[in-house]
């Protein structure tokens, strides 16, 4: 079956813009979540997503942000770009209540 | 969740069999505790998840002793594509996707 879809693959933007990245989940799964990689702080959690609502939050400033949608499609959100936001941007989906997430490939997110 | 300490990294050398031990001291009665593996600008990959005593599949074994406090997994006869960051991670993460991943152990397999 697909795996967890992750557009687009890389994305070059200018400081003080804003970008929309995107992660389409596995078929069935209701729960996806965000995390972004950095050679400096590793890979972090950003937000998770289950049936539309937000159910856990990392710590990150309210620039970021997601949604997700009715056929569990989620956007994450970053709003007046920074140097220090390129990273990987990693999602990951799951069933819900079961253990071990699946990662898409993540989107390279350089800001410029 | 409970804090991982794992070494930085490892080097062995195809056909080896490597172990990576993670220290969790203060892990809950809850905590599941899984190991991901990494290649560079992918995401991580599940591997393996255990509660306590040993867990095998295809591709490796989780060691679990009695007290919990720590793991060991297991890649037996690695090759040249094992080459990559492994990550230990401890919780009970059916609550709810909130992952946290420490720094990993990059491991180099040479040939």
């Known amino acids: 079956k697909a795996g967890v879809t992750q557009t687009p693959r890389y994305l070059i933007k200018t400081r003080g813009q804003q970008v929309t990245l995107s992660c389409s989940p596995i078929?069935?799964?209701?729960?996806v979540s965000w995390y972004q990689q950095t050679p400096g702080q590793g890979l972090q959690f950003l937000f998770e997503y289950f049936s539309e609502t937000q159910r856990n939050k990392g710590n990150f400033p309210g620039r970021f942000s997601g949604r997700q949608f009715s056929n569990s499609r989620s956007e994450m959100n970053v709003s007046t770009l920074e140097l220090g936001d390129s990273a990987l941007y990693l999602c990951?989906?799951?069933?819900?209540?079961?253990?071990?997430?699946?990662f898409g490939s993540g989107t390279r997110l350089t800001v410029v | 969740l409970a804090k991982t300490t794992q070494p930085i990294s490892m080097d062995s050398y195809e056909g080896q069999e490597v172990n990576i031990t993670c220290s969790h001291n203060n892990i809950a009665t809850n905590d599941y505790i899984t190991w991901y593996q990494q290649f560079p600008s992918q995401g991580p990959r599940f591997i393996i998840q255990g509660y306590k005593t040993k867990v095998t599949n295809e591709v490796a074994s989780l060691f679990i002793p009695a007290d919990r406090k720590s793991s060991t997994l297991s890649l037996p006869r690695v090759s040249l594509s094992d080459t990559a960051v492994y990550y230990c991670l401890v919780g009970d993460d059916a609550a709810g996707n909130k992952l946290t991943f420490g720094g990993g152990t990059r491991v180099l397999v040479k040939p």
């Open positions: 990951a989906s799951s069933p819900q209540g079961t253990r071990g997430y699946t």
């Open positions: 078929s069935g799964h209701r729960s």
